[in-house]
């Protein structure tokens, strides 16, 4: 009598048997799961942004040291002081320009108000709409302070326990700039031992194939936030000059904003130009609707002609699954998902276009259906008759 063994496709079985029962219970208990997430990331947070700070310096780090002959320790020091005189170069231009900006918008609210109100009951006379319409449109300067008011109530007890928190944030800060530094300094170390893990417990064939996404992952990342940072910067610049030109007031904080939410693909410049119209619509309603104006055709020219130029085809995706990646990107993750959930998206799109195509292959069938020509199809399948 023969003794059973349990072979390769009984640990198959086994193990997609295990994974569904353990999806199952995590569906089961979605708030249990969240909560241990949440500890988990709570934890690992300075790590995950030491990550972030190394992964956005590499590129300097590497360029520095091929100047400099292969100075790494040399390389990462002047790309550090450098990130940090960028940033303290524009700190000190743009937060005293926004102070500035936000004070005068605060004491000239209520006769930016009164203005609004005017353009109201003046466009409602001419258009003979009913007073009683007209006055529910109205907002005054009493009503918008006391819902300020009940807003910043309401919200204490989380700005209390922010301000509670800064201590434990400029900790983490510290953390997280230390581990980069390290990161850097040990990369080659790290990813020589990356990769022996994964010849160690995958088989040969697997291990390259998954070093292999990873190395395309990196290329789309990297490619897609470098230019994506780089194409936000100048359309912040673009819109702090027309706005200049044209005259309009606000005009390094309603760029600052649109530079910032640039960041985010196909929905950035609208998402920045909504609170940027609602504050010069304060101002001057003119103003705000030759905002509108410019900055859509700003978002034009960054979607046709500098977007393009800069990002090139770094993601492969059309138009569709941009948005896809955005909307679930943002509903999982919110800001942060909006902004990395392309370049995820892209790397998913083409492990699976990857897979299709090798199982099309296999059948001896293109996408469209179509049999493959004879040497093109998988050795030892049959392509399909001609007339299917």
Request: proline share 5%.
């Amino acid at each position: 009598m023969n003794k059973w063994r349990p072979n390769h496709r009984f640990f198959s079985n086994l193990a997609v048997v295990l994974i569904g029962i353990t999806f199952y219970l995590a569906m089961s208990n979605l708030d249990l799961v969240h909560g241990a997430l949440k500890t988990v990331m709570d934890v690992l947070a300075p790590f995950i942004w030491g990550f972030v700070i190394a992964y956005l310096l590499d590129a300097p780090v590497r360029w520095f040291e091929q100047k400099l002959g292969g100075r790494r320790i040399l390389s990462i020091l002047i790309s550090y002081l450098l990130a940090v005189a960028v940033l303290v170069l524009l700190l000190s231009f743009v937060i005293p320009q926004l102070v500035q900006s936000v004070t005068m918008l605060i004491n000239n609210a209520s006769g930016y108000l009164d203005n609004l109100n005017g353009v109201v009951n003046n466009w409602g006379n001419r258009l003979n709409i009913d007073p009683e319409v007209t006055s529910g449109m109205l907002v005054s300067y009493a009503d918008l302070m006391n819902q300020a008011t009940q807003l910043a109530t309401r919200f204490m007890p989380e700005i209390l326990n922010y301000g509670m928190a800064v201590g434990n944030g400029v900790v983490s800060a510290l953390t997280a700039l230390i581990a980069s530094v390290y990161m850097l300094m040990d990369k080659h170390k790290l990813l020589g031992q990356l990769h022996k893990i994964t010849y160690a417990f995958l088989p040969l064939p697997k291990a390259r194939r998954v070093l292999t996404v990873c190395s395309h992952a990196n290329q789309v990342f990297s490619g897609f936030i470098t230019g994506k940072i780089i194409d936000s910067a100048i359309i912040g610049v673009i819109c702090f000059v027309g706005m200049s030109v044209l005259g309009m007031p606000f005009t390094l904080l309603i760029s600052v904003i649109v530079g910032v939410t640039n960041v985010i693909p196909f929905f950035g410049p609208f998402i920045g130009a909504i609170p940027s119209v609602m504050i010069l619509l304060m101002a001057s309603p003119i103003d705000a609707i030759k905002f509108a104006i410019f900055v859509l055709a700003l978002q034009q020219f960054d979607g046709n002609i500098l977007g393009p130029k800069i990002l090139g085809d770094s993601t492969g995706l059309s138009a569709i699954w941009v948005l896809v990646a955005i909307i679930v990107g943002g509903g999982l993750f919110g800001f942060a998902g909006m902004v990395v959930g392309v370049p995820t998206f892209a790397v998913l799109y083409s492990l699976t276009s990857d897979f299709l195509a090798d199982r099309l292959k296999a059948k001896g069938i293109t996408a469209n259906g179509e049999p493959l020509e004879p040497e093109a199809a998988a050795p030892g399948e049959e392509t399909l008759p001609e007339n299917q």
